[in-house]
Every structure is written in structure tokens, then in C-alpha cells.
């Protein structure tokens, strides 16, 4: 069966998320749900509570990024301090532990960080390329574009709920013949 | 240019459109005012300078700055310091108003997080500078070799090091993560090699709901880092001095001291390059009056409290039981240095209540020279810890009251802040230098919260 995906373009939030809502309640057959996306040149937190909870892990990232940060730091410093630098202390401990915290404490913020960015990039699918048709420029200067992958008798239905919510401009392309 | 309703003026006009947003950002970075060029020519002109002078010491010595026993350090690492302090203004208005939800702070944070970047950038030239002769650079890099030049791990200085790769690497990320939105919007209506550079930068970023959830978490995340990042960085940059035995110099207060100074000039040079920038680019509909009076405001509560700890350094040494401390400072206020140190504390202090008259911090002309003054007098703050200290340390024999920079030094620390101001104004040419998407969700939930209350 042929998969489209389609795109329309609202004048602002309200039109897309009442268009999602109805697309939502027409509980077409074979759509999945993950197959709509909202496209927009802002954040908006009512599209959260239109498309459902969707997951985002970043968080788990950072805390691993963090603690190896953290750990790899501290058990770095300390086995080369253990190895390397004992006969320079002169009776001082081998291990000092107010400076390795501090380097610690750095190492944490920087395992942190970098892996948070790495954790946003893999959650986010970047890097991409643009790729599709489906990318309209509007949507990074003021329409909210609402793209629903299906098959061609679920894409017919969605056009026709995008056209009662007064949609700007519909475009569509074939994914899978 | 804001509008006027009831009687106050708005931090951003809620009508404006969003195209007409990423118009006038993007006009920023094809057509600036000519004074753009004028900056830049001023800013090359005084790196030149510092190049110079930098070739001059590199050849003939570090002889050539004046710098000597005791004072090594010089007006090198008091600008270290006034550079690695003036980084903490991103981290203000980015990380902390951020979570604070202070949304006034949108239109002007993209450019207060490049100047962390490049300050830092400039900082960590001093370290290389102060050496004189740089290949010494290899000599000082502390690794397990044959010259048992090995990392002294006790040393505040190595924890520097650590702290400001830190501090740079990810204030240069936060930067990065936090502009992707607008490098698209930027290779949408850009041609030729800029919408190569463009299209490369912004990863293919489309916008969808999923890209905004991770993005909206990823920000917060590095913003709750660069907090407790930037607070460490110059408390450690504290405990160069805080750790050391050296009168003056050993005093607990320190480290919030120096971060109080750091958010204090930060906040200072933030109203500088905002009335500069606003000029332009022509960013009188985003830079408005009310989001300067609302700095200006943050500036004197900083100010205030960066009095506050100075004074308890003043207290402290004058209570306290140890004598030669208390000499050094009644030498500071006393001694050769004593002009620098007094215009310090005007500036720092007296000047900074010129910022509760309403009148004039609704004056450009009279915000840009408070603005100027206030860090003169926090990089005098760096200079007046550094070399009142050595010139009149513990041992009488190594006072040297006659030190007194050379014009190499000066040269170098003029070129630097032109070394700052090349790279930021090629920044501001090259990335938007006013966030297009979150003045955009400012103008929204602006316009959100009008109906909202209407309806009400």
C-alpha cells in the first residue's frame, strides 16, 4: 500500500492543535500515532498535551555523563597519583582528597555537559538532512505545520480535517510505494 | 521605540510579527550601520597594538614589561582575572535568568553568552603572555616527564586550568546548543557560501515538536551546569590569592568576593555593548529602554553586594590579629598605589548609585559612561590585589614600591580588549546576535498573558 506523508500549514497554534484534536478523534485505521508531528518556529507547551507524553531522555544522559564524569576523574586522579607521584609527596598523603573534589567537581560538570549535548543530539535526530519535500521555510518564520505519515486513505481523510481548520497551504509526497 | 500602555513602558511590544522578527535579525547580519565598521576598524587597530607589543616582549624579554621580582604577575594576570570575571555575564543572564523565568532577558542573552566565550578566550592569552617568552609554555605544562615538572595537585593554579577548560568548552556548547534554532532560520533565507555555513551549523534542524522537547530539556540542563561551573571558576581564580600566605591576599571571603566582582563587571559590560549593539544593528524595537533599566537595576543590587564583601575584606584585615595584612592594606590606601585604589573604591562603590536615578538610567549617553567607568573601576579592583601585594609583601628586603608597568604592558592589555572586540563584532556579523526564536516566544506568551487577563 502507498505511504504518504502530508504537511499543513496553520495560521497559528490553536488552528493546529484543534486540527491534531480532530485527527485524534476520527481514530483513523492505520495511523500511529508517532507518525504526527507538529513542526514549529517556537516551543508550545499545548502540543505537548495534544500529541500525548512523548519520551525524552536526555536526563538519563546526563546522569551517566556526570557520574562517569565524576568517576573517571576522581579514579584517574587517584591511580596516577598512586602511581606516578608518590615519591614527591614527602609524607603528605598520596592521595589528597580536598583537591582531587575539586577536580572531581569539574570533571562531573564537564562529563555532564558534553554528554547532555551528545544525549540531545541522538534524541533530537541530529545531525539530519533536509532531505523531504516536505520542509517548508514558513515554518521557521511564523506558520505551524502539522505532518501526518500514513497510508493514502488515512492522508485523504487527514486533508480533508486540515481543510475545516482553515489550513494555508497542504503539500504532500509519497514515502513507500 | 516600546510602546507605551497604562502609564509604564513594556519590555517588548507584544505586536510584533514574527516574520518581521527574523527580518530585522537577519538585516543585522547584512547591513549594520556604518559604525559597525568603524568598531571593528577601532578593534583591529587596537589588537594590532597588541601584537606588536606581544612581538616586541616575545623578542626582546619579559625585561621589556618591567615585570620583575616581586612582582611577577603584573597587569597580565590582574587582566586575567578582570576577563575571566567579565565571562560570568552570560552565565547571569542565560543560565541563572533563565531559570528564574525572567523572560526580559531574551532579547539580550545571545550576545551576553558570546562575550563569556571570547572573554574567556582572552583570559587564557594572559596565561600564555605572562610568561614573556612563550615556547616557556612548554616548559611550564605539568605532565610526568624527565624534567619532574609534575602537577602539583594541591595548587589552585592547576585546578584553574581544569576549571576554565571546563567553563569554556561548555559555555561555547551552551552557546552553540542554544542558537541552532536561529542558524536555521538563518540557512532558510540565506544564499551562496552563507547558507552552506548555515545549512552545516544548524544540523538539519526542522523545528518538529520532538527536536523542541529535547532542545527546551538540553538547555535547562546545561544551564543548571554553567551555574555552579561559573561560581567554582572564579572561586578557584580566588584561591590563587586565597590559598597563598601573602598579605592581603589570604583572606576567606575571597572567593565570593571575586564572584561577586565578576557578575558585577559582567553586568557592567553587558550595558555596554547593549547600548552599542542597539545602535548598530538597529535593535531599538528588541535592546528597549525598559530591558536597560531593568540591567541597570541588576547592575547596582550586584554592585551593592561586591561592596558589601569588599568592605568585610577591609573589616577583616582591620580586626584581625595579623599585623602585616593590615599593613599591606593601610599601604594600599597610603602608598604609591594609593590613587589607583581609591578611584577603585569610588568607582566600584560611589559611582554605582548614580544607577538609582531613573532619569539617567533612561540616558544612553549617561548609561554607556557609568557603564565604562564601573569596569575601569573593576579591572583597577584585579590590579589593586595583585600588585600592592607583591611590591609590599612579608620581607622588607623584597619591596619594590617603585614597580610600575611599562608601556609593553599596558599595550598588550589595550590590545586585548581590541583582541575582544574583533572577534565579538565578527560574531555579531555572522550569528544573530538577538535570539530570533525566543523573542518570538517572549512576543507570544506576552500576547497570551494580555488576552488571558482581558478575559479575566
Known amino acids: 500500500?502507498?505511504?504518504?506523508?502530508?504537511?499543513?500549514?496553520?495560521?497559528?497554534?490553536?488552528?493546529?492543535?484543534?486540527?491534531?484534536?480532530?485527527?485524534?478523534?476520527?481514530?483513523?485505521?492505520?495511523?500511529?500515532?508517532?507518525?504526527?508531528?507538529?513542526?514549529?518556529?517556537?516551543?508550545?507547551h499545548d502540543v505537548e498535551s495534544v500529541l500525548g507524553v512523548r519520551p525524552i531522555p536526555i536526563r538519563n544522559y546526563t546522569l551517566v555523563g556526570a557520574l562517569t564524569g565524576a568517576s573517571l576523574a576522581f579514579l584517574g586522579l587517584a591511580t596516577s597519583q598512586g602511581n606516578f607521584f608518590s615519591q614527591?609527596?614527602?609524607?603528605?598523603?598520596?592521595?589528597?582528597?580536598?583537591?582531587?573534589f575539586v577536580l572531581t567537581y569539574e570533571m562531573l560538570i564537564l562529563g555532564g555537559v558534553y554528554i547532555t549535548v551528545l544525549g540531545f543530539l541522538i534524541s533530537a535526530g541530529l545531525p539530519t538532512r533536509i532531505k523531504s519535500d516536505l520542509y517548508n521555510t514558513a515554518v521557521s518564520e511564523d506558520q505551524i505545520g502539522v505532518m501526518v505519515k500514513s497510508n493514502m486513505h488515512c492522508i485523504a481523510e487527514v486533508?480533508?480535517?486540515?481543510?475545516?481548520?482553515?489550513?494555508?497551504?497542504v503539500q504532500e509526497e509519497v514515502v513507500a510505494q | 521605540m516600546s510602546s507605551v500602555t497604562e502609564g509604564k513602558e513594556k519590555d517588548i511590544r507584544e505586536d510584533i510579527a514574527w516574520a518581521k522578527i527574523n527580518r530585522d535579525?537577519?538585516?543585522?547580519?547584512?547591513?549594520?550601520?556604518?559604525?559597525?565598521?568603524?568598531?571593528?576598524?577601532?578593534?583591529?587597530?587596537?589588537?594590532?597594538?597588541?601584537?606588536?607589543?606581544?612581538?616586541?616582549?616575545?623578542?626582546?624579554?619579559?625585561?621589556?614589561?618591567?615585570m620583575n621580582n616581586p612582582d611577577v604577575w603584573g597587569l597580565y594576570i590582574a587582566t586575567f582575572i578582570f576577563w575571566i570575571g567579565m565571562s560570568h555575564s552570560g552565565t547571569l543572564l542565560s543560565a541563572i535568568l533563565h531559570i528564574i523565568h525572567a523572560d526580559w532577558r531574551k532579547p539580550i542573552y545571545r550576545f551576553a553568552e558570546a562575550m563569556t566565550t571570547f572573554s574567556l578566550m582572552t583570559a587564557g592569552l594572559f596565561v600564555a603572555v605572562h610568561l614573556g617568552r612563550l615556547w616557556q609554555i612548554?616548559?611550564?605544562?605539568?605532565?610526568?616527564?624527565?624534567?619532574?615538572?609534575?602537577?602539583?595537585?594541591?595548587?589552585?593554579?592547576?585546578?584553574?586550568?581544569?576549571?576554565?577548560?571546563?567553563?569554556?568548552?561548555?559555555?561555547?556548547?551552551?552557546?552553540?546548543?542554544?542558537?541552532?534554532?536561529?542558524?536555521?532560520?538563518?540557512?532558510?533565507?540565506?544564499?551562496?557560501?552563507r547558507r552552506t555555513f548555515y545549512d552545516k551549523l544548524s544540523l538539519g534542524?526542522?523545528?518538529?515538536?520532538?527536536?523542541?522537547?529535547?532542545?527546551?530539556?538540553?538547555?535547562?540542563?546545561?544551564?543548571?551546569?554553567?551555574?555552579?561551573?561559573?561560581?567554582?571558576?572564579?572561586?578557584?581564580?580566588?584561591?590563587?590569592?586565597?590559598?597563598?600566605?601573602?598579605?592581603?591576599?589570604?583572606?576567606?571571603?575571597?572567593?565570593?568576593?571575586?564572584?561577586?566582582?565578576?557578575?558585577?563587571?559582567?553586568?557592567?559590560?553587558?550595558?555596554?555593548?547593549?547600548?552599542?549593539?542597539?545602535?548598530?544593528?538597529?535593535?531599538?524595537?528588541?535592546?528597549?529602554?525598559?530591558?536597560?533599566?531593568?540591567?541597570?537595576?541588576?547592575?547596582?543590587?550586584?554592585?551593592?553586594?561586591?561592596?558589601?564583601?569588599?568592605?568585610?575584606?577591609?573589616?577583616?584585615?582591620?580586626?584581625?590579629?595579623?599585623?602585616?595584612?593590615?599593613?599591606?592594606?593601610?599601604?594600599?590606601?597610603?602608598?604609591?598605589?594609593?590613587?589607583?585604589?581609591?578611584?577603585?573604591?569610588?568607582?566600584?562603590?560611589?559611582?554605582?548609585?548614580?544607577?538609582?536615578?531613573?532619569?539617567?538610567?533612561?540616558?544612553?549617553?549617561?548609561?554607556m559612561i557609568v557603564s565604562l567607568l564601573?569596569?575601569?573601576?573593576?579591572?583597577?579592583?584585579?590590579?589593586m590585589i595583585v600588585t600592592p601585594t607583591f611590591s609590599h609583601g612579608y620581607y622588607p628586603w623584597t619591596w619594590n614600591h617603585t614597580f610600575f608597568p611599562s608601556l609593553v604592558q599596558w599595550g598588550i592589555v589595550f590590545g586585548s580588549f581590541g583582541w575582544f572586540g574583533m572577534l565579538f563584532m565578527l560574531f555579531c556579523k555572522l550569528v544573530p546576535s538577538v535570539s530570533m526564536y525566543e523573542v518570538k516566544e517572549m512576543v507570544f506568551h506576552r500576547k497570551l498573558a494580555k488576552l488571558h487577563a482581558r478575559e479575566a
Not at chain 1, 486533508?159 to 497551504?169: A, D, G, P, T
Request: charged share 15%.
Open chain 1, 159 to 169: 486533508r480533508k480535517i486540515f481543510e475545516r481548520h482553515n489550513v494555508l497551504s
Open chain 2, 374 to 383: 564601573l569596569n575601569l573601576g573593576m579591572w583597577l579592583e584585579r590590579w
Open chain 2, 205 to 367: 534542524w526542522m523545528g518538529t515538536d520532538r527536536q523542541w522537547r529535547n532542545f527546551r530539556v538540553a538547555y535547562l540542563v546545561i544551564a543548571c551546569f554553567l551555574i555552579p561551573l561559573a561560581v567554582s571558576v572564579h572561586s578557584i581564580v580566588a584561591s590563587d590569592f586565597a590559598m597563598s600566605q601573602q598579605p592581603g591576599w589570604h583572606i576567606t571571603s575571597f572567593p565570593p568576593y571575586f564572584v561577586a566582582g565578576a557578575l558585577y563587571s559582567g553586568c557592567a559590560a553587558i550595558i555596554t555593548l547593549f547600548i552599542m549593539l542597539r545602535h548598530t544593528f538597529r535593535f531599538e524595537e528588541y535592546m528597549t529602554m525598559p530591558i536597560l533599566d531593568k540591567t541597570a537595576r541588576l547592575t547596582f543590587a550586584i554592585a551593592m553586594v561586591w561592596t558589601y564583601l569588599n568592605l568585610i575584606e577591609y573589616a577583616t584585615v582591620w580586626y584581625g590579629a595579623d599585623e602585616v595584612a593590615k599593613e599591606t592594606l593601610i599601604q594600599r590606601a597610603t602608598g604609591p598605589y594609593s590613587a589607583y585604589w581609591w578611584a577603585m573604591n569610588f568607582l566600584g562603590s560611589v559611582v554605582p548609585f548614580s544607577l538609582i536615578v531613573k532619569k539617567w538610567r533612561a540616558n544612553l549617553t549617561i548609561m
Open chain 1, 88 to 100: 614527591l609527596k614527602g609524607g603528605k598523603p598520596i592521595i589528597p582528597l580536598p583537591p582531587d
Open chain 1, 1 to 44: 500500500m502507498t505511504v504518504k506523508r502530508i504537511l499543513g500549514l496553520f495560521n497559528d497554534f490553536d488552528q493546529a492543535t484543534a486540527a491534531i484534536r480532530d485527527i485524534k478523534n476520527a481514530d483513523l485505521p492505520h495511523l500511529d500515532w508517532d507518525d504526527v508531528t507538529i513542526k514549529s518556529p517556537i516551543e508550545h
Open chain 2, 25 to 66: 535579525v537577519l538585516a543585522s547580519l547584512d547591513r549594520p550601520r556604518a559604525t559597525y565598521w568603524w568598531l571593528f576598524a577601532l578593534a583591529f587597530g587596537m589588537f594590532l597594538v597588541g601584537v606588536a607589543c606581544e612581538a616586541y616582549q616575545y623578542d626582546t624579554g619579559l625585561g621589556v614589561s618591567n
Open chain 2, 138 to 193: 612548554y616548559y611550564a605544562l605539568p605532565y610526568p616527564n624527565e624534567r619532574w615538572t609534575w602537577p602539583n595537585f594541591q595548587s589552585p593554579l592547576l585546578w584553574d586550568a581544569m576549571a576554565i577548560f571546563t567553563y569554556l568548552s561548555s559555555s561555547i556548547l551552551f552557546l552553540y546548543v542554544g542558537a541552532i534554532p536561529d542558524f536555521a532560520i538563518c540557512r532558510d533565507n540565506a544564499s551562496g557560501w
